[in-house]
Antibody, heavy 125, light 107 residues
Framework: EVQLVESGGGLVQPGGSLRLSCAAS????????MSWVRQAPGKGLEWVAN????????SYVDSVKGRFTVSRDNAQNSLYLQLDSLRVEDTAVYYC??????????????????WGQGTLVTVSS | EIVMTQSPGTLSVSPGERATLSCRAS??????LAWYQQKPGQAPRLLIY???TRATGIPARFSGSGSGTEFTLTISSLQSEDFAVYYC?????????FGQGTKLEIK
């Protein structure tokens, strides 16, 4: 069974940093693109970032470019999201997800299946 | 960026009845549309992709249709476990975008 388990969320002040983790199991992690998707409280969903299987290519939604960094450790079957220069509007549940509709070279606009249970990031003073 | 608009915002239906949820794209997205179900405190679950293909393990009472800008998710006979929030997502144009959701509640 494919499982994705996020951790690392919490309360942080504006301008602060946080590192989210996602532990993957049940599939060959090193063969798949991976993504982060977020959901602000009571709001809809927003794709945040993608990373290629070998970690050599990443992409981000414009609102987080230069502030968030996605990375992975294939030996540990783990995905990470480093959140820097956090803003109040970054408050959300962050989900780790496996994107679909990707090729070996690109994962331009995927849909997502499966998803982890999410980890809550709250940015507030 | 493509805007996805779902209607209605809330739909009240009795168990055993049919539910029809709509999703409209601000420009054509071919059939590059997915539907997700989300229950309180849970992650979204993929139901439909390619506008009409059920994901693995999804019951046959869930069906999707449409192309271009107009899409529909139909649940033929509502079960208690189907009451949830449903989101559509286009994956035709970067960066992909989700609708605001339709809450399906028990009448």
């Amino acid at each position: 069974e494919v499982q994705l388990v996020e951790s690392g969320g919490g309360l942080v002040q504006p301008g602060g940093s946080l590192r989210l983790s996602c532990a993957a199991s049940g599939f060959t992690f090193s063969s798949y693109w991976m993504s982060w998707v977020r959901q602000a409280p009571g709001k809809g969903l927003e794709w945040v970032a993608n990373i290629k299987p070998d970690g050599g290519q990443t992409s981000y939604v414009d609102s987080v470019k230069g502030r968030f960094t996605v990375s992975r450790d294939n030996a540990q079957n783990s995905l990470y999201l480093q959140l820097d220069s956090l803003r109040v509007e970054d408050t959300a549940v962050y989900y780790c997800a496996r994107p679909q509709y990707c090729s070996s070279a690109d994962c331009y606009v995927p849909y997502f299946d499966p998803w982890g249970q999410g980890t809550l990031v709250t940015v507030s003073s | 960026e493509i805007v996805m608009t779902q209607s209605p915002g809330t739909l009240s239906v009795s168990p055993g009845e049919r539910a029809t949820l709509s999703c409209r794209a601000s420009q054509s997205i071919s059939t590059n549309l997915a539907w997700y179900q989300q229950k309180p405190g849970q992650a979204p679950r993929l139901l439909i992709y390619g506008a009409s293909t059920r994901a693995t393990g999804i019951p046959a009472r869930f069906s999707g249709s449409g192309s271009g800008t107009e899409f529909t998710l139909t649940i033929s006979s509502l079960q208690s476990e189907d009451f949830a929030v449903y989101y559509c997502q286009q994956y035709n144009n970067w960066p992909g975008s989700f609708g605001q959701g339709t809450k399906l509640e028990i009448k």
